[in-house]
DNA sequence: AGGACGATTAACT
DNA sequence: GTTAATCGTCCTG
């Protein structure tokens, strides 16, 4: 199964967070170890316009990475010590992107584990965790998932397809105003246990 | 040069 | 339910 190409990001950011549920989240570490996990929660933050998007003030050097090409990677810092990761969309030239909230662990479990010492289901149930399970940080701010060679991208699950979907608010942005505080842009999928795990 | 704050998490009471 | 941890980024001066 091969890594979605750059024009599945290239469409509206609700559109590819809702494709995006049932996906596969895959990296490939130097010594050939396979780390994955199916996407079951992502959040959309769309354009300038969006209070609660960090283009809300334009482009810095911190934001030029979201008006990137769809498929970039933009990861940043929060509260000092959490690295996030997201998955720019739309076009280039437009400032959005979805932030992976949760995964369902599929493959490098072992991993995972040696770098979280959690449970199960404790590894990838949080942004943060994600990018500490997948050994994330800042050095792959700007990275292209969609390169032929990418040791880092999202993949097709022929097992997983139009997933239904819950739309909530989104989480943790409880100071920015409305509208935008309570738009239903947090976008979940159930996935049952007897499909858990599979490479 | 300094201060406020954050798309979180874990460890408390 | 609360709070500490911890630092890049942005704004003010």
Known sequence: MSRLPCS???????????????KKLVKIESDGTRISGTIIEVEGYIGETDLACHASIGMTQRTQTLYDKPG???????YGMHWMLNLVTEAE??????????????SGINVMRERRNKSMSELTNGPAKIAQAFGINNTWNGYNTCAPDSKLFVEYDPLRENMETDYEARKGIHNTPEPWRSLPWNLSTQIESNKE???
């Open 8 to 22: 599945f990001f290239t469409k509206p950011t609700l559109t590819v967070a809702r494709d995006c549920l049932g």
């Open 72 to 78: 970039t990677l933009y990861v940043y810092l929060i």
């Open 93 to 106: 030239g437009f400032p959005a992107g979805i932030l992976i909230r949760a995964l369902f662990p599929t």
């Open 197 to 199: 795990v599979h490479i």
